[in-house]
C-alpha cells in the first residue's frame, strides 16, 4: 500500500478526499474480522440468530465500518498523521453492500509548529446513504 503524502501548504479548506471504495461486503470478511478484533458477537457470523434478535439478518460490525473510514484517511494524509478520529454509526453495512468512504477538509490550524487539518468524515453504500459519519483531525508536514 502507498500512503498519500500531503503537505500542510497545499491543503484547502473545501478540498475532498479520494473516495475510498470497499466491497460488496461478503461474510468471509465478517469472519475474518471477527478473527482479527476477537468480535465474535453471532449476530455478525449466525443468520439465524441475527434474524431472532429482529436484526434482519447478519450485518458488519461497526469498527470495521469506522476502519474504512480510517483507512481513507490515512491513505490520503499519510502513515501516522491521524491525531484524532471519532464517528457516528447511522446504519448498518449489510451483506453485498459496497461502502464508499469520503472526506471534506473543514479546518486548518497551526500552533507550536504542529499543523493540523481537520475533516469530515463519512462512508455510505451504493444507495447513498451514509452509515458512518464523523470527523479527523490529522497534522501534515510542510514544506521546507
Known amino acids: 500500500m502507498k500512503y498519500g503524502k500531503v503537505y500542510f501548504d497545499d491543503v484547502k479548506v ?5 473516495p475510498l471504495v ?3 461486503i461478503q ?4 469472519t475474518r474480522y471477527a478473527g482479527a478484533s476477537g468480535d465474535f458477537n453471532p449476530i455478525h457470523q449466525d443468520d439465524e440468530f441475527a434474524r431472532a434478535a429482529g436484526m434482519g439478518a447478519v450485518f458488519a460490525h ?3 465500518s469506522m476502519g474504512f473510514v480510517g483507512q481513507a484517511v490515512t491513505d490520503w494524509s499519510g502513515a501516522g ?3 484524532k478520529l471519532g464517528v457516528r454509526f447511522a446504519a448498518l453495512v449489510r451483506l453485498k453492500d459496497v461502502v464508499t468512504c469520503r472526506g471534506r477538509v473543514v479546518g486548518k490550524s497551526s ?3 504542529v499543523h493540523l487539518v481537520e475533516l469530515e468524515v463519512w462512508a455510505e453504500n451504493q444507495r447513498a446513504e451514509k452509515v ?4 479527523a483531525t490529522v497534522a501534515l508536514p510542510v514544506r521546507s
Open 14 to 18: 473545501g478540498d475532498e478526499l479520494p
Open 22 to 24: 470497499k466491497g460488496p
Open 27 to 30: 461474510q468471509i470478511q465478517l
Open 62 to 64: 461497526g469498527m470495521l
Open 81 to 83: 498523521t491521524v491525531r
Open 111 to 113: 500552533k507550536d509548529d
Open 132 to 135: 458512518v459519519t464523523g470527523r
